[in-house]
């Protein structure tokens, strides 16, 4: 299955931060906005024929010219509008020092949060009175003996008519006449084994965009009253067989987080932190346990300093021969090993980390992303035999269009990350990449 192609990239990303005072309505009206297209994906017009700002006044009388809408899932919203990353300028020397950018929206950006959705669950649009991608449902379809009564709620329209199962995976890909609301979440829950070429932005999109996403929004599906005023604590846990690797990561979360725009008032006594920023306690350092970097910080209240934050963590963790239960007794909803492939023991870590993310030891609620290097895994038995198994292990499966040998995990060639072979709207010209 070869990457989308989007036809108009303008129209999902923000022109700009607008300066707002933080006492002013615009300013609320803006970041409310944001907040609630961080947490539940935007709806954008993806029509070759039409731009649009997103953040003029007049978009709504605009909108009814396009046939062409593309949900954006809310990992990348954030990730491409709000995130920041390292990165070289297009020629500049070798030698050249990195600096921070905004990232890059390409199509390998949009398939990774497409996959990362379906991982979490993703099960159909509110909206939609037509199809649903509750794996269920396709059950049904296929064994009559199922009852139809106990199929969930998000199979049935409006008459109470059962809605077509539609496979997650070109769903969530296809562009549609109308916005259909909101996202579901009712399948259980996924892991997704990358296998790409380094300096391709792996890292990143998970430092940030997932990492640093679950940590700034609680964890949230809906922007809602509840969200709001009863934010969930959530645990993250990043960890490697070697603890440089996954505190390379956790430094760029790290950045990602101190990095956010929308300050107002720098270097004044006016100045607020940027809406999305969390106040951050404790370390990121490896097997930090007992003090791990969480949302916590103190006010003064009737002359007592009292502890505030939703307490959602980040748990960093080396597995060892000695220790391959490195993230044993933590309950986090979502896991990023880094470098698997350097992962001698990988099974018996797998084995591990999937009982922290059942309920009852039968439904998977959390997701956990293995980022790999092609050369290091080929080397590691272990990390290829989930690979080239995964749909065992609880991986996403994909079909080897290299091999033909069945389903793998997700294998992302070379060119789709480089930058050389994308056009203006960050899609892969194949057939210039691969003509060498």
Known sequence: MGFIRINNRKNFLLREIPELHPDSMNYVRFWREQKKRCIEGFWGMDDAKIEVDIIEQNVEKRVEESKSWRWMPPNLYFYVNFGTILHKPDGAPKTAPKQKIRPLLRDFEWEFFYNYMECRGFSGFIDDEEYCCLRELDQFYKD????????????????????????????????????????????????????????????????????????????????????????????????????????????????????????????????????????????????????????????????????????????????????????????????????????????????????????????????????????????????????????????LGFDDEWENSGQIGWFVPAYYMDGNFKDKNGNTNIEAATKN
């Open 144 to 395: 009559p003996d199922i009852d139809v009564n106990s199929l969930d709620p998000i199979c049935f329209n409006k008459e109470g008519n059962l809605k077509q199962y539609t496979p997650c995976r070109e769903y969530l890909r296809m562009v549609y006449t109308k916005p259909l609301g909101k996202p579901t979440y009712q399948n259980e829950a996924k892991n997704l084994f990358l296998l790409g070429a380094r300096g391709g932005g792996k890292s990143y999109l998970n430092a940030v965009g997932v990492v640093d996403f679950e940590i700034i929004f609680d964890g949230a599906r809906y922007y809602d009253e509840d969200s709001r005023q009863n934010p969930a604590t959530v645990e993250v846990f990043v960890g490697a067989a070697i603890a440089a690797k996954s505190a390379e990561i956790l430094s760029k979360s790290k950045i990602g987080m101190e990095h956010l725009p929308g300050a107002w008032g720098k270097g004044t006594a006016d100045y607020r932190p940027a809406p999305f920023y969390k106040e951050m306690a404790g370390t990121l350092k490896s097997n930090n346990m007992t003090n791990p970097w969480r949302h916590e910080y103190e006010k003064k209240i009737a002359n007592k300093w009292q502890k505030f934050g939703t307490g959602s963590k980040v748990l960093h963790g080396t597995y060892t021969a000695e220790n391959p239960e490195a993230a044993a007794g933590t309950r986090p909803g979502v896991m990023v090993i880094e470098e698997v492939g350097l992962l001698a023991n990988v099974l018996t870590v797998h084995a591990s980390n999937e009982a922290c993310q059942m309920t009852d030891g039968t439904v998977k609620f959390g997701t956990s992303v293995y980022i790999g290097t092609g050369g290091n895994v080929e080397k590691i038995q272990e990390a290829e035999i989930i690979f080239r198994d995964p749909e065992a292990y609880n991986f």
